[in-house]
């Protein structure tokens, strides 16, 4: 399929490590955050969200931080996988019932 | 979260020519979007598809350009006209139940334009 983030910032960790991406975002009246997942080939796929009112969210093996101080935004996601190999999206929404979307970063994990 | 389809999955066209691009969710939803993914970049908005009334376009995008309709609560279409090279992108369409929900995409279309 046709590949996404071909020129996007690169992190690479290795299998069993734990993986930071972070996200600066840039309204600071968003309300609602969202990271997403993209494969290869794929559309995005919702990991986990946010809202403004909170500072942390814990999923299954993912936790997202958010710091409205100096808008940032970041994903954790413990014992990393080869299967979380992937394009990962930071997504802020405005109010306008629409997202806008970071720049993307490729995680690529080492087995 | 909702079953998103998209038809067709890629296609390869001819300058000067048009595609559409078809969406259906497997539920109702209230808010359908379209969004234009070009190679290598991150998403951006192209507009809302409004059941009933003219989809609301993002800066940069025009209604002659890429028509969008939403006949009911479950389906939209979006079109590219008269393409050229940099209509080469992947389309994706997403929906939400609500303005407080997420928004879940669908798989993409992948399209080349010669």
């Known amino acids: 399929g046709e590949s996404v983030g071909l020129h996007l910032p690169t992190l690479s960790v290795q299998e069993g490590d734990n993986s930071i991406i972070n996200c600066a975002y840039s309204?600071?009246?968003?309300?609602?955050f969202i990271w997403y997942k993209q494969e290869s080939g794929k559309g995005p796929q919702f990991i986990i969200d946010i809202r403004s009112n909170m500072d942390k969210r814990q999923g299954q093996r993912v936790t997202v931080l958010l710091n409205k101080t100096v808008k940032h935004l970041s994903l954790q996601i413990a014992a990393t996988q080869p299967g979380d190999s992937a394009v990962y999206f930071c997504a802020e929404h405005t109010g306008r019932r629409a997202l806008t979307f970071g720049s993307g970063t490729r995680l690529q994990v080492q087995p | 979260s909702a079953v998103i389809s998209q038809k067709p999955s890629r296609d390869i066209c001819q300058r000067g020519t048009s595609l559409t691009i078809q969406c259906q969710v497997d539920s109702q939803v209230t808010m359908m979007f379209w969004y234009r993914q070009q190679p290598g970049q991150s998403l951006t908005l192209i507009a809302t598809a409004n059941q009933g009334s003219e989809a609301t376009y993002e800066s940069g995008f025009v209604i002659d350009k890429f028509p969008i309709s939403r006949p009911n609560l479950t389906f939209s279409t979006l079109t590219v006209s008269n393409m050229s090279p940099e209509d080469s992108s992947i389309y994706l369409c997403s929906v939400s139940r609500d303005s407080t929900d997420t928004q879940y995409f669908g798989p993409g279309t992948r399209l080349t334009v010669l």
């Open positions: 309204n600071s009246a968003s309300d609602y």
